[in-house]
């Protein structure tokens, strides 16, 4: 069976986006030869997205993972227009439902390899609802100081994690965490 | 000549203590057999510290590195009491004067050994006064969800630093970053 994964390049600061989406910090990191990307995308079956990533990654970038990842995507959106979601050429799905369901449906389309989750915000609800089986992020030698935080929850008890695995790409440290599934496992 | 050292505890998603400056969730983690806090201590000679930063290690700590720096520390503080700081028996000084004099001062006393920053308000001021020389962070594997972050500058441009090392201790990861000193070279 596969897993859910969150995969994100973060700031040291904790951001993984600056005001406004925007990424401009990232765009002169090294990331090295890219060896986790590469593994992630051969081992990912469908990825579930958020609304702005998918926005971005149409507009602003060359696709998913550079354009390597032209499997089937979700986006997950409660105003979804009448056509169906497109990044650079590659048509996906709309999904208007709650995270349990588009986690199930993006799974059968996995067909038992993972499923990428990709935008803070559905990564968040995965993680409320104990969907979510792993992290992986890049950390990036920039501090941003404003913007889109990897995780906010006030008022909320601090999640531990299992730590996997940590090594360098070029200017990057890929950090993979294990998702502990029940409150009590997390404390 | 001495560097100037940020070294701090911090979460996957930033923050360096959580609402009230509590750090109960970093009790549990197995930061290894500490080497890097090891080095740290042995290279440095003295401690540049935030007013809550000794407040907790003197109610809540067993002082500056579990103990093991009982070297000169100094408190930036604007209204010092008349009696100076005492972090577990061991007196200090406080310094109600300008970062870059109260940096000064530290590496006198330092005297060709390091300067250690403790306390996010503090280093940010060395930061923004082009006075800190690199960053040493351990992250947790938690996400904290709110209190105190490790950087946050609304309107700041991005701060590229230039990562030196990463490697893991316990369920930590050390990352160690040299900041460069000119707006240029940050970009």
Redesign the interface.
């Known amino acids: 069976m596969g897993k859910v994964l969150w995969h994100t390049m ?6 993984i986006a ?1 005001p406004d989406d925007d990424m ?2 990232a765009f ?1 990191v090294d990331g090295g030869p890219g060896q986790t990307a590469d593994e992630v995308v051969r081992s990912t079956g469908a990825l579930l997205v958020g609304r702005r990533t998918q926005d971005v990654e149409d507009r602003l970038q060359p696709g998913f993972y550079g354009g390597a990842f032209r499997g089937p995507f979700f986006v997950l959106r409660h105003d979804p227009p009448a056509q169906p979601p497109v990044v650079k050429g590659v048509t996906g799905q709309f999904l208007d439902m709650g995270i349990e369901q588009a986690v199930t449906l993006a799974k059968k389309a996995a067909d038992g390899a993972n499923v990428v989750i990709l935008g803070a915000n559905v990564a968040r609800q995965c ?1 409320a609802a104990g969907l979510l089986n792993e ?1 992986i ?1 890049h ?1 990036a ?6 913007g889109v ?8 008890a ?6 996997v ?4 790409e070029g ?3 890929v ?1 993979r ?1 294990a998702v502990r599934q029940t409150p009590e496992e997390r ?1």
Chains 1, 2 share one sequence.
């Open positions: 973060l700031s040291l600061d904790g951001f600056g401009g910090w002169g993680l992290i992020v950390i030698p920039v501090l941003v100081g404003e935080r990897l995780f906010e929850s006030a008022g909320g601090p999640i531990k994690l299992e730590a695995s940590s090594h360098a200017e990057t440290t950090l965490y404390r």
